[in-house]
């Protein structure tokens, strides 16, 4: 595809309850980002994979989340448990690093309202 | 860990004005400095950036200026639109992290 592309666009969810969040990366970019975003702030860092591994998982911020990228392509932020506060904006980013340089390509985004 | 502020928080300007938006960062090892657009319902979108080996750096009408001395870095739109409205937000990126820091974001607003 053109650009990063992540599903579902919005998804609301009842408390206590597991949700999957998918994230299609630009074709051929190696590393993928999970951001989230709450209202009227910047992205914050969640989880970052170089390929198939997670390379940085310092942001997730507690044991409730966990990401996958299996064949190093899609990811899936998964989120157990969920909870009134993590409603928020979840952004997906990839980027191909050469020489050292690296420009980063964020989605569209998935809105998470857990009620 | 890096830590980016971002002013101001929102402005205004009439359509033809400039407008500037600044930030700062912490760690002085940063070399990378993204700026990102995001329109409502939309990811943000990468708008220029500048590497700390450049002071500045122009696309048409955006520009964004590096002092690594004082550790901040500004954006510069010229002849402000309409459709420049939305919000900005800055980055750094410190070259053996994988993460990029963000700064809280400016809501621009460009009056016709």
């Known amino acids: 595809g053109a650009g990063v592309s992540q599903t579902p666009s919005n998804k609301v969810t009842e408390k206590g309850k597991y949700v999957e969040l998918r994230c299609d990366p630009i074709?051929?970019?190696?590393?993928l980002y999970w951001y989230r975003q709450s209202l009227g702030q910047g992205p914050e860092f969640l989880i970052y994979?170089?390929?198939?591994?997670?390379?940085?998982d310092s942001g997730l911020p507690n044991d409730r989340f966990f990401a996958v990228r299996p064949e190093g392509s899609v990811s899936t932020l998964k989120i157990q448990r969920t909870e009134r506060g993590d409603s928020a904006v979840y952004l997906c980013a990839s980027s191909l690093r050469t020489g050292g340089l690296e420009t980063q390509y964020f989605g569209p985004g998935t809105r998470l309202l857990v009620l | 860990g890096e830590n980016v502020e971002q002013h101001p928080s929102t402005l205004s300007v009439q359509e033809g004005d400039s407008a500037v938006i600044k930030c700062t960062y912490s760690?002085?090892?940063?070399?990378?400095f993204p700026w990102y657009k995001q329109e409502l319902g939309k990811g943000p979108q990468l708008i220029i950036d500048?590497?700390?080996?450049?002071g500045e750096k122009k696309d048409q009408r955006i520009a964004v200026t590096l002092n690594k001395t004082a550790k901040h870095f500004s954006l510069h739109i010229t002849e402000t639109q309409p459709e420049d409205s939305a919000v900005y937000f800055c980055?750094?990126?410190?070259?053996?992290?994988?993460?990029?820091?963000f700064g809280s974001g400016t809501k621009l607003n460009v009056k016709p």
């Open positions: 994979f170089q390929g198939t591994g997670a390379a940085d």
């Open positions: 074709s051929g970019h190696t590393a």
């Open positions: 980055a750094a990126k410190y070259p053996s992290r994988d993460k990029f820091y």
């Open positions: 500048i590497r700390s080996n450049v």
């Open positions: 760690d002085s090892a940063s070399n990378y």
